[in-house]
């Protein structure tokens, strides 16, 4: 699974915010656009340049999208053709289009569209906010945990065996669960050495935890 984006009008913010998540959890984001891009040098971030024209970049992705993919997109036909092949669609501004809200979204585009044409209304959207910014990010992470790129609590109550200490534990207790969860969110969302952390009560982990969580989004 990885995530595409309709770069031309995805705002700034949003490509940093992607840029930190693949780097981060390792998932591979594709920026689709008409024009050149730059993007950090990373095995996990590509651009990829399109032929000009109306809808282009759009038929690439639709093209090039499989199932599970997360496609990022203001576009609300390109989100609904996407969400026919199986794959999930965001909006820049945190929004999850869905099968049950997408047909209730291109009513309400086509409306307004019309609405439009005929000189009923004027203006765009607002400014992209900080609200906006973080309702991403909350949808962002949500996908990757569904994805599989985020460790859940399910996958710390059973035998585990830690890449850096090389010790096998069986966690008994909701306590140590609780404990080997946040330690490993933490050390995936932070980057701290799990020897800092390991053996850590777990109310210490959770303060972390919000740091950590709070403070990636900056």
């Known amino acids: 699974m990885q995530i595409w984006v309709d770069a031309d009008a995805c705002p700034g913010v949003v490509k940093e915010l992607l840029y930190r998540s693949a780097e981060r959890r390792k998932v591979k984001v594709t920026l689709v656009a008409n024009q050149p891009l730059r993007t950090p040098s990373s095995e996990f971030i590509k651009s990829v340049q399109v032929a000009s ?24 036909p390109l989100a609904a053709s996407v969400i026919d092949k199986g794959a999930e669609a965001l909006d820049p501004r945190g929004e999850l289009f869905t099968e049950d809200n997408i047909a209730e979204r ?41 994805s599989g790129r985020c460790p859940g609590w399910s996958d710390c109550c059973a035998y585990s065996r830690h890449p850096e200490s090389g010790s096998s534990s069986l ?12 330690s490993v969110v933490l050390r995936e969302w932070s980057g701290i050495p799990f020897s800092m952390i390991n053996g850590a009560k777990p109310v210490l982990l959770v303060k972390a935890f919000r740091l950590a969580s709070g403070s990636r989004f900056q």
């Open 53 to 76: 024209g109306m809808n282009v970049a759009d038929q690439c992705i639709v093209e090039w999208v499989e199932p599970g993919d997360l496609v990022i997109t203001a576009d609300i």
């Open 106 to 146: 291109l009513a309400m585009r086509n409306l307004f569209d019309d609405l439009r044409g005929s000189d009923q209304i004027t203006g765009g959207p607002p400014g992209f906010r900080l609200k906006d910014r973080q309702m991403f990010a909350n949808q962002l992470d949500r996908w990757v945990r569904r």
């Open 171 to 182: 966690f008994h207790s909701v306590y140590s669960a609780k404990q080997r969860w946040l």
